[in-house]
């Protein structure tokens, strides 16, 4: 995934700015950095590897030497950002958040403009932002090149770009990501997550819509092309990527995922001892489904997170597993012959969960039974890099389905993503038995839905139906 953050002023802004991009720290592990103007150093930057210590970290010495009114921080899970570019449009820092699934499309057709080469990074791929700034350059004006790359980029892409103009921010033509607006005397900040300036002194302001283009000055936030009336906002925001202090469109994450835990419990028939989340992520799913079923909530194992603060960190999937193991630490007594029924936010491999459980069952737990705040994951995302799954394959449902298919079933995926279909209650089966659970039942995506409350039509629901 990613996250950004920009801000305009009249003073400095390297503070803000600073701890505006440090807030975005749970979207990404790889790469951070900052840019910033200054109407007589001008542009400045830093970028860092952030894989194995945090932001402040890495950026504590940068902000003692920037300067600047201006400047545009990001943290990526991949390409380093924010990039400096000298164009026919002038000096200007951009950053970007989404996915190009037609990255060799649009490199050809550059090459055949006469664009003479892209810096490959590590492992051959080329830098996403430095290839959404070669299709901004194309044309005239930047307001111009910014609707061109999202008329033609397949997947997402929101943009944030720096002159000593003001800063030009371009949520996604669909608003599958959020940009947050937030004002204060003498100030302006755009941000993917709404909470991230509230401790800087800023009040929110309001929320960019779908495909909107506006110009971030001190004074304020002036749209330059209107919002669009489609939107598609990525559900797993909720669920699971946005921080518990945030919102978009309005909606708070930590009160959908009350929503959430309450309609799983309102349609459950088991009697465990106490319900339990997976931390971080799984802790308000379940908090609303004790709330509204009764049973007690508690915290049977506690991640250790001084040393080991991020689960999806490192990228390589053995490391991934044992840190998955080594994070969780037991609550023996309230584990002890216990029935626990323990909600994560979603399963994508089953690996981690698998462990988790055998971990509660050889600490003594009775009973695990296992309830994700989502639907099955049937499909990877085609929109957003935020998948944990480099292949559909996977996925653990695909996976049981591929198995069912070498058995000489023929699949139709439509029956397994109806949970009242006997498919989908034999892939559940499945599923449950292969992660050795006690019983498995899954968020239905209609309940999802209502535990966001918006129109349904709004939302994505990609990864679990299919529609696009």
Same mark, same amino acid.
């Given at each position: 995934?990613g996250?950004?953050?920009?801000?305009?002023?009249?003073?400095?802004c390297?503070?803000?700015?600073?701890?505006?991009t440090?807030?975005?720290?749970?979207?990404?592990?790889?790469?951070?950095?900052?840019? @910033?103007?200054?109407? !007589?150093?001008?542009?400045d930057?830093?970028?860092?590897?952030?894989?194995?210590?945090?932001?402040?970290t890495?950026?504590?010495?940068?902000?003692?030497?920037?300067?600047?009114?201006?400047?545009?921080?990001?943290?990526?899970?991949?390409e380093?950002?924010?990039?400096? @570019?000298?164009?026919?449009?002038?000096?200007?820092?951009?950053? /970007?958040?989404?996915?190009?699934?037609?990255?060799?499309?649009?490199t050809?057709?550059?090459?055949s403009?006469?664009?003479?080469? =892209?810096l490959?990074?590590?492992?051959?791929?080329?830098?996403?932002?430095?290839?959404?700034a070669?299709?901004?350059?194309?044309?005239?004006?930047?307001?111009?090149?910014?609707?061109?790359?999202?008329?033609?980029?397949?997947?997402?892409?929101?943009?944030?770009?720096?002159?000593?103009?003001?800063?030009?921010?371009?949520?996604?033509?669909?608003?599958? /990501?959020?940009?947050?607006?937030g004002?204060?005397?003498?100030?302006?900040?755009?941000? =993917?997550?709404?909470?991230?300036y509230?401790?800087?002194?800023?009040?929110?302001?309001?929320?960019?819509?779908?495909?909107e283009?506006?110009?971030?000055?001190?004074?304020?936030?002036h749209?330059?092309?209107?919002?669009?009336?489609?939107?598609?906002?990525?559900?797993?925001?909720?669920?699971y990527?946005?921080?518990?202090?945030?919102?978009?469109?309005?909606?708070?994450?930590?009160?959908?995922?009350?929503?959430?835990?309450?309609?799983?419990?309102?349609?459950d028939? @088991?009697?465990?001892?106490?319900?339990a989340?997976?931390?971080?992520?799984?802790?308000?799913?379940?908090?609303?489904?004790?709330?509204?079923?009764g049973?007690?909530?508690?915290?049977?194992?506690?991640?250790?997170?001084?040393?080991?603060?991020?689960?999806?960190?490192?990228t390589?999937?053995?490391?991934?597993?044992?840190?998955?193991?080594?994070? +969780?630490?037991?609550?023996?007594?309230?584990?002890?012959?216990?029935?626990?029924?323990?909600?994560?936010?979603?399963? @994508?491999?089953?690996?981690?969960?698998?462990?988790t459980? !055998?971990?509660?069952?050889?600490?003594?737990?009775?009973?695990v039974?296992?309830?994700?705040?989502?639907?099955?994951?049937?499909?990877?995302?085609?929109?957003?890099? =935020?998948?944990?799954?480099?292949?559909?394959?996977?996925?653990?449902?695909?996976?049981?389905?591929? !198995?069912?298919?070498?058995?000489?079933?023929?699949?139709? +995926?439509?029956?397994?993503?109806?949970?009242? /279909?006997?498919e989908y209650?034999e892939?559940?089966?499945?599923?449950?038995?292969?992660?050795?659970?006690?019983?498995l039942?899954?968020?239905?995506?209609?309940?999802?839905?209502?535990?966001?409350?918006?129109?349904?039509?709004? +939302?994505c629901?990609?990864?679990?139906?299919?529609r696009?």
């Amino acid at each position: 995934m990613g996250g950004f953050f920009g801000v305009a002023a009249k003073e400095s802004c390297v503070f803000d700015l600073f701890f505006g991009t440090d807030y975005h720290s749970h979207l990404g592990t790889r790469r951070a950095g900052m840019a @910033v103007y200054d109407r !007589e150093k001008g542009y400045d930057r830093a970028i860092h590897n952030i894989e194995n210590a945090p932001f402040r970290t890495k950026f504590d010495k940068d902000i003692n030497n920037m300067s600047g009114t201006m400047g545009i921080g990001c943290i990526s899970d991949y390409e380093p950002q924010p990039l400096i @570019v000298r164009s026919h449009h002038g000096t200007y820092a951009i950053a /970007t958040v989404g996915k190009i699934n037609n990255t060799e499309a649009l490199t050809k057709e550059l090459f055949s403009k006469g664009l003479s080469h =892209f810096l490959e990074m590590s492992g051959g791929d080329i830098n996403a932002t430095e290839l959404v700034a070669s299709i901004v350059n194309q044309k005239d004006n930047l307001v111009e090149g910014i609707r061109y790359a999202q008329e033609i980029i397949e997947g997402s892409m929101t943009i944030l770009i720096m002159t000593p103009k003001g800063l030009y921010a371009a949520r996604d033509r669909l608003g599958r /990501t959020p940009v947050s607006v937030g004002r204060k005397e003498g100030a302006c900040c755009v941000s =993917f997550e709404s909470f991230a300036y509230l401790n800087l002194g800023y009040k929110a302001d309001r929320e960019l819509g779908p495909g909107e283009v506006a110009v971030v000055t001190p004074e304020g936030v002036h749209t330059l092309v209107q919002p669009g009336k489609k939107m598609k906002i990525c559900t797993f925001l909720w669920v699971y990527y946005g921080y518990p202090s945030s919102s978009y469109e309005g909606i708070s994450v930590e009160q959908m995922r009350y929503n959430c835990g309450a309609r799983l419990a309102e349609r459950d028939h @088991v009697q465990p001892d106490i319900v339990a989340g997976v931390p971080d992520s799984g802790t308000a799913h379940a908090i609303g489904y004790a709330n509204r079923s009764g049973v007690p909530f508690s915290r049977p194992f506690i991640k250790y997170t001084p040393t080991w603060p991020r689960s999806f960190m490192p990228t390589i999937q053995t490391k991934r597993n044992l840190i998955a193991k080594m994070k +969780l630490i037991p609550v023996q007594e309230l584990i002890e012959n216990r029935s626990l029924l323990l909600i994560d936010d979603s399963i @994508v491999r089953g690996t981690q969960l698998r462990e988790t459980t !055998e971990f509660l069952y050889q600490s003594g737990a009775r009973e695990v039974h296992v309830r994700p705040a989502c639907p099955p994951l049937l499909y990877g995302c085609k929109y957003l890099n =935020f998948s944990r799954s480099s292949s559909e394959m996977d996925l653990i449902a695909r996976r049981i389905l591929k !198995e069912m298919e070498q058995e000489g079933r023929q699949i139709d +995926l439509k029956l397994y993503v109806d949970p009242d /279909t006997p498919e989908y209650a034999e892939m559940l089966e499945r599923i449950g038995k292969q992660l050795n659970f006690t019983t498995l039942r899954y968020h239905r995506l209609d309940d999802l839905i209502a535990s966001v409350g918006i129109d349904s039509e709004k +939302l994505c629901t990609y990864c679990w139906d299919g529609r696009e």
